[in-house]
């Protein structure tokens, strides 16, 4: 499986970025896949995850309201619209995936293995 995120960037408060995730090479079609965030001295936190099973998805109750996580089948990836920014969302952004059909779970206890995550892409919300 090859992850490839893009699309972090600066922003003002209260703007908004768009994050995308080229994802391809899944072994079935049972697994999840979603966003991570990791900002300096912090654990990382799940914000956003996707069943591609049954499309449920799962965010984090910081986020919610203000990002949208959804597919692109036709194009391999997997975005995330955030809008709403604010500075406490600066951090590095991470795509990762699991076998599974909890997104729940997924975002809840991600993936120890270094293959189901792709490179970070850094977002700073600052004015």
């Known amino acids: 499986v090859q992850l490839q995120a893009s699309g972090g960037g600066l922003a003002q408060p209260g703007g908004s970025l768009r994050l995308s995730c080229a994802a391809s090479?899944?072994?079935?079609?049972?697994?999840?896949i979603g966003w991570f965030r990791q900002a300096p001295g912090k654990k990382r936190e799940g914000v956003a995850c996707l069943a591609n099973s049954d499309g449920n998805t799962y965010y984090g109750d910081s986020v919610k309201g203000r990002f949208t996580i959804s597919r692109d089948n036709s194009k391999n990836t997997l975005n995330l619209q955030m809008n709403n920014l604010e500075p406490e969302d600066t951090a590095v952004y991470s795509c990762a995936w699991d076998h599974g059909a909890s997104s729940w779970l997924l975002c809840n206890a991600p993936p120890d293995r270094s293959d189901h995550w792709g490179q970070g892409t850094q977002v700073t919300v600052s004015s």
């Open positions: 090479g899944f072994p079935s079609n049972l697994y999840t």
